[in-house]
Structures are given as C-alpha cells and as structure tokens.
C-alpha cells in the first residue's frame, strides 16, 4: 500500500489576524487658526476614511483661553476616539506637542523628550499603548526640528530605535515627519512606509520582526492638509 502523501507547502503568505488602519498628518505648518468647524470637519474626514488610530504632530493649544478651540478635547470628542497628549514646551499660554487618538483603548502612555539638539522646541515622541484586541501596539507620533542636521535626525533615529527593545514582545508604530532610511544607516528595528506623493510628507515606521505587515498606504487630501493613511495587518504571533 502507497504511504500516504504530504500535503504540499501552502505557498500563500499567513493572514493577519486584523488590519488596522493608522493615519497621520502634521499641522504645525497649517498656516492659519484651527475653529471648532474645522476639527469637526476633520473628525468627518477620518470617519469617512474609517481611520482606526491616528497621529498628529505639530499641535498648538492654549490652556485656559475660551475663545480657542481645544484641537485635543474637541478632535477627540469629534471624533468618538480616545487621547493620548504629549506636550513639548508650553509657554505664554501656549502648549505645543504630538497626540495619538484611538477607536481602541489607550492603556497607557509616555512622552520621551530628544536630547542633544540644537532646537528649542523641545521637540519629543508620545508613546501610546494601544490595545488592537489581539494584542497591545505601541503607536508613538513624533516630530523631529524643521531643520534638523544629519547628526540630529540620527541622533532622534537612535532614540525612536530604543522603543524596539524597551517595548519588547510588543510591535511599534512610529509616525511623523522621520528621515528617509536613504539617508540614515540602515535601521534595523524597523520598516520604512512611505506615501508615493507628496515626497515632503509624513511616514511611518513599524518593526521589522514580524509583528505587523504593510497592506497599504496612501496620502488623503483633508481640511488641514494631507493626511497620510495605511493599513497594517497585525500578527497575534509574531511571522518568522
């Protein structure tokens, strides 16, 4: 009698065990005052999009002054999603930083400030830990100086590769205004993703180690400037 034969090698890559849908946009630069119509037309925009998760960098509030908006309190209220804030300096009545907003539970978060750098915006990464369901995400939105050197943007590129490792057994998302891998030494923590157009916009970085895939990505013109939008598929276990 024949010995029975092996199946043959699904050739097929693995599923994810869900895909999540990440955005991020830096309004630093928008040019103009952000009112309670235009937070609510972009909270509309992401619905639209159905965004999941996304990071915002470039952020202005002013504490205590009635006749402006809160883009933080009011985007998140909006938009029916949770919020994580960190701040860079804050100073005559005026805050600055990152935040990261989430249909999904933020259990926790940490704002890192960037040290040896020329600035003086106190530039830093806000670190939110996400939970996809499946498993918890570290989403960090970051926005390195406008003008910073060859040795600063490697220098704000070791820190982000630190997260790697301290959040170990965890996959991270990095999005913001980062350096093209071409002009850093190759990090090996993580991936690059890079909307085809516009060039000057943001990214994402996300690890290499198996924990997340790249199904898509692409730049979504909104009220307050290009909103980069991908896909990432997550893995409950990490892929070889």
Known sequence: QPAPTKPAPS??????????SVATIDIA?????????DIDKFA????????????VEGIARYPGVSTRADFVDELSAAASMGQAFGEEISLSGRQT??????????????????TGLTSSGFESALQAMVDCGVRDV???STRLPDRAT?????????TLGTFSTFYINHPVII?????????LRKMEQYKEANAPRPADISRFWYSSDGSLVLQNIAAQPTNLGPLVVAQFGIFRQSQP
């Open 175 to 183: 999005a913001g205004n980062l350096p093209r891998f071409d002009v």
């Open 11 to 20: 050739n097929k890559a693995p599923r994810p065990d869900i895909t999540v």
């Open 97 to 114: 930083g990152n935040a990261v907003f989430s249909i999904y539970p933020i259990h926790s978060s940490e704002n890192t400030h960037y």
């Open 44 to 55: 509309a925009s992401l619905g639209q999009l159905k965004v999941d998760i996304v990071c």
């Open 150 to 158: 060859l040795d600063e943007q490697a220098t704000c590129a070791n």
């Open 138 to 140: 570290v989403v960090t």
């Open 29 to 37: 630069h928008h040019g103009k005052k952000i009112e309670q119509e």
